[in-house]
């Protein structure tokens, strides 16, 4: 396992590994997950609530079947639909910076194409990466906040995650450039993007956080942390 004090970008392509199992192994979760957040996330202000409310029950849902303890569907739904109302508030800031970086890719590349101008493609491409960003920030955030026992605010949330992604820079990079990757993807295929790409995401975030702060996601994969236990 890798330290939180060696995380380099070539440690990113470890984890890929470790997300794929992940999303193996709890791909049921990651399915509901995925089409509950389809389905509330409309209308469109409600994208920042949605998506810390994924993150957080990705999390404890697969904490709870590390721990042996089964979770229903019906379960995970009532779990997911009390984070978004607990979280309603915290993930409008989101949502308004989505909306934004959004607008302004949407206008740019319209009018890239329409004139094929250099500076309108540099306009599109710097709103896309602004909301690529943004949306990896509100997912660190949702996982910082899943994490903690005390009444944190968004903003003190997403400087925390923030400051880790400043542990592991080149490590942060590779994991923005294919979160970007994963994202085009699930969209360019809307059917696999519904059931698959809010809950992927989320287990991505948990990944790379776990990596740069601790040692890696192996007591969340079935059958390794028994094996840890025993060594």
């Known amino acids: 396992m890798v330290s939180q004090d060696s995380v380099t970008a070539l440690d990113f392509f470890g984890s890929v590994k470790?997300?794929?199992?992940?999303?193996?192994?709890?791909?049921?979760?990651?399915?509901i997950v995925?089409?509950?957040?389809?389905?509330?996330?409309?209308?469109v202000?409600?994208?920042?609530?949605?998506?810390?409310?994924a993150v957080i029950t990705v999390s404890r849902s697969v904490q709870q079947r590390t721990e042996r303890d089964s979770i229903s569907d019906r379960k995970l739904t009532r779990i997911f639909l009390s984070e978004i109302r607990a979280n309603f508030r915290r993930?409008?800031?989101?949502?308004?910076?989505?909306?934004?970086?959004?607008?302004?890719?949407?206008?740019?590349?319209?009018?890239?194409?329409?004139?094929?101008?250099?500076?309108?493609?540099?306009?599109?491409?710097?709103?896309?990466?602004?909301?690529l960003a943004v949306v990896l920030l509100m997912f660190r955030t949702g996982y910082v906040l899943a994490r903690t026992t005390e009444d944190t605010g968004t903003i003190d949330a997403a400087l925390d995650g923030i400051s880790v992604a400043k542990r592991a820079p080149g490590y942060t990079a590779i994991q923005y450039l294919f979160a970007g990757l994963v994202m085009i993807v699930m969209i360019a295929l809307p059917v696999f993007g519904m059931v698959l790409l809010?809950?992927?995401?989320?287990?991505?975030?948990?990944?790379a956080y776990e990596t740069i702060m601790h040692d890696g996601v192996s007591p969340f994969?079935?059958?390794?942390?028994?094996?840890?236990?025993?060594?």
Request: hydrophobic share 55%; proline share 2%.
């Open 18 to 31: 470790s997300w794929g199992r992940l999303v193996y192994d709890h791909i049921i979760i990651v399915s």
């Open 34 to 43: 995925s089409l509950l957040g389809v389905l509330f996330m409309f209308p």
């Open 45 to 53: 202000l409600t994208i920042g609530p949605v998506c810390l409310a």
């Open 91 to 131: 993930g409008l800031l989101f949502s308004a910076l989505i909306l934004v970086s959004l607008t302004v890719t949407i206008v740019y590349f319209t009018l890239a194409l329409a004139s094929d101008s250099f500076v309108f493609w540099v306009g599109a491409a710097f709103g896309f990466y602004t909301l």
């Open 198 to 207: 809010i809950g992927s995401l989320a287990l991505l975030e948990i990944t």
């Open 221 to 231: 994969l079935d059958g390794e942390g028994d094996t840890e236990t025993e060594e």
